[in-house]
């Protein structure tokens, strides 16, 4: 099993709703992402788990918030957003350095 | 931090052309992916190539560590090879994840 994957594919939500996005992988990897996606840029990393130790960068806002339950999935819970974070959202992981993406979740804000 | 760029951004070919692609680092990098994002937004892994050349298919990879750039080319090109390109820097902190700015690639009939 090579495969990361995300649900839902597509999420159309209100600036007072809460919701989660949700990332899962089978192939023992103990890194995994998130990055956030705007049209026509490259991706931009969220947060890292690493053996379960979360790395922030620091730029993105308190109402996504990441978890980790296991070294098999990876949560985001979103929260009170904003029209401007309307974006795919790309879930990753690695074993090494190699890293292997999902097919990331369109997120709509209304 | 770490300055990437990727040349040429756009680049528009008549099928079965063949193309190269760079990316230029300004610091030297561990490690080095390239990516390919097709139309629906999935990023598909090609290469892992911190230095040396490796080859798939028609898409081979040459990474030069120590001139700090890397290509990618595609030979025999195809309508399904658009997409963008994206070269990065992998790693597991935020500090460390670097992506290139991309290359915007249409293959056309």
């Known amino acids: 099993d090579t495969e990361v994957t995300q649900t839902p594919k597509h999420l159309v939500m209100g600036m007072t709703n809460k919701k989660s996005l949700k990332c899962e992988q089978h192939m023992g990897h103990r890194a995994m992402y998130w990055y956030k996606q705007k049209a026509k840029k490259p991706p931009e ?5 690493s053996y379960e130790k979360l790395s922030i960068n620091e730029s993105v806002p308190s109402r996504f918030s990441p978890e980790c339950p296991n070294s098999s999935l990876l949560n985001l819970h979103l929260h009170a957003l904003q029209p401007e974070d309307s974006a795919l959202y790309l879930c990753a992981s690695s074993l090494s350095d190699t890293q292997y993406f999902g097919p990331g979740t369109r997120l709509t804000v209304l | 931090g770490i300055q990437v760029e990727q040349s040429p951004p756009d680049l528009i070919l008549q099928e079965g052309a063949n193309s190269t692609l760079r990316c230029n680092f300004s610091d030297s990098v561990n490690n080095l992916q390239w990516f390919h994002q097709n139309p629906w937004g999935q990023l598909i892994n090609l290469f892992y190539i911190p230095s040396g050349t490796k080859q798939n298919g028609r898409l081979s990879a040459t990474t030069v560590a120590t001139e700090r750039y890397s290509l ?12 963008v390109y994206f070269c990065a820097q992998p ?4 500090d460390k994840v670097i992506f290139g700015p991309g290359t915007s690639l249409s293959v056309i009939p």
């Open chain 2, 91 to 94: 790693g597991t902190s935020y």
């Open chain 1, 45 to 49: 990393l969220m947060f890292v788990y």
């Open chain 2, 72 to 83: 990618l080319y595609i030979s025999s090109s195809q309508t399904t090879d658009s997409g």
